[in-house]
C-alpha cells in the first residue's frame, strides 16, 4: 500500500517564481493529508496531479503568513465547486477566530459544507487515528506556538498461511489468535504464532518539522522514522541569524536527524537570500549523509521495505 509524500513548496517566507510556500500533500492507503498550506498552494496542488478533491484532513503547523495564506483560497475554492463532504483543520487554536470571527473572511452559513477547526495540544498526543494510520503533533519551539507531525503506519496483523488452514482445520477462533500474534494449542500440541503466519514489515513513519530552532526535546519523539521533513532555513555561516529568529541551518537540521536515527532526512524552507541552494544538501551530508534538498513538485515514497524513491517530477532516483 502506497505512502507517498509531495512537496508542493520549499521556500521560505518568501515564495519565488520556481519555489512555492510551505506545503505538503501526503497519500497513505486510500487517504490524502495536506500539511500547511502557504500561498498558492491550490495551483501546486492542480499542477502535480493531486487528489485534492478527496482532502479531507489539513495540518497546519503555526500562524504565519507563509504556512496558511493559501487556506483562503482552498475553502473558497471548495464552495465554489459546491464541496458537500466535511473538512476537518488542525491547527493552533487561534485559526478559528481568523477563519470565522464576525468580522473576518468567511461565515460559516455561507459555506456548502462544514468546516471543523480542531485545536492542537501542547501536549505530544495522537489528533487522528484510522485502522491503518495514527498522526501525532508535538510542540516546536519558534517565536510562535509551533507543532510538528508524525504520520505513523500501523502494524498490519500477520496473515495465516492458507495451507495450514486447511491442513490443521483451524477454527475461527484460532485464526483470530494467530492475527493477534498468539500461539495457538491443538489437542496436546501447541504451534507457535511464527510456523503459521506471513509478518508484514515493521510500520512506516514520516515525520514533519515546520519553523524550528535547533531543538533536541524532539529527538525522542520522533527518533528512528523513516523520513524526515526538516526546516533548514539558513547555511551555518549565518548561524547567529538562525537563532535570533528562531529558525534552523542544515547543519543543525542533520544534526537533529542523526541524533535521532532517522532513514533519511529531507531538508526546505530555505530562505530566498541563498543563490545556490546546492550548499544546503552539501553541508548537511558532512552530518547525515542520507539528506535530500527539497524541490517543489518533488515525490518521495516510503515502500514496506523502509526504502525510499525520489521522483524529481522529470528524473528517478532511489536512496537506499
Known amino acids: 500500500m502506497n505512502f507517498i509524500v509531495r512537496i508542493l513548496g520549499s ?3 518568501f515564495p519565488t517564481y520556481k519555489r512555492f510556500s510551505t506545503a505538503h500533500f501526503i497519500s497513505i492507503y486510500d487517504k490524502h493529508f495536506l500539511v500547511d498550506c502557504g500561498e498558492g498552494t491550490q495551483i501546486q496542488l492542480s499542477r502535480f496531479n493531486t487528489k485534492f478533491g478527496k482532502l479531507e484532513n489539513i495540518f497546519i503547523s503555526h500562524l504565519h503568513g507563509d504556512h496558511f495564506f493559501g487556506l483562503l483560497g482552498l475553502i473558497s475554492s471548495y464552495n465554489l465547486a459546491k464541496r458537500e463532504a466535511e473538512l476537518n483543520i488542525y491547527a493552533p487554536k487561534e485559526l478559528e477566530n481568523i477563519l470565522f470571527s464576525e468580522n473576518s473572511f ?26 491503518n494510520l495514527q498522526i501525532e503533533a508535538f510542540q516546536l519551539a519558534h517565536n510562535i506556538d509551533t507543532w510538528g507531525f508524525i504520520f505513523r503506519e500501523k502494524q498490519r496483523p500477520p496473515n495465516v498461511i492458507k495451507e495450514k488452514i486447511a491442513e490443521l482445520n483451524l477454527s475461527i477462533e484460532q485464526i483470530k489468535k494467530l492475527k ?3 500461539d495457538i494449542k491443538i489437542g496436546d500440541k501447541t504451534y507457535k ?6 509478518h508484514h514489515n515493521s510500520p512506516r513513519s514520516y515525520a514533519f518539522c515546520s519553523d524550528t530552532a535547533y531543538y533536541e526535546k524532539i529527538v525522542p519523539i520522533i527518533r528512528n522514522v523513516d523520513l524526515l521533513y526538516h526546516e533548514a532555513t539558513f547555511l551555518e555561516k549565518d548561524y547567529t541569524e538562525a537563532v535570533k529568529v528562531k529558525h534552523s541551518t542544515a547543519k543543525q537540521a542533520a544534526t537533529i536527524a542523526k541524533k535521532a536515527n532517522v532513514g533519511n532526512l529531507l531538508i526546505g524552507h530555505f530562505s530566498n537570500r541563498y543563490r545556490n541552494l546546492n550548499n544546503f544538501e552539501i553541508e548537511a551530508k558532512e552530518v547525515f549523509p542520507k539528506t535530500i534538498a527539497v524541490n517543489d513538485g518533488m515525490k518521495i515514497e516510503i515502500f514496506p521495505d523502509h526504502k525510499i524513491e525520489v521522483n524529481e517530477h522529470n528524473s528517478n532516483s532511489t536512496v537506499v
Not at 193 to 198: K, M, Q, V, Y
Request: glycine content about 6%; hydrophobic content about 30%.
Open 11 to 13: 521556500s521560505g517566507a
Open 180 to 182: 493477534q500474534g498468539k
Open 106 to 131: 468567511f461565515r460559516r452559513k455561507e459555506l456548502n459544507y462544514k468546516v471543523n477547526i480542531i485545536p492542537l495540544s501542547p501536549k505530544h498526543s495522537v489528533i487522528y487515528e484510522n485502522k
Open 193 to 198: 504464532n511464527e510456523t503459521l503466519t506471513i
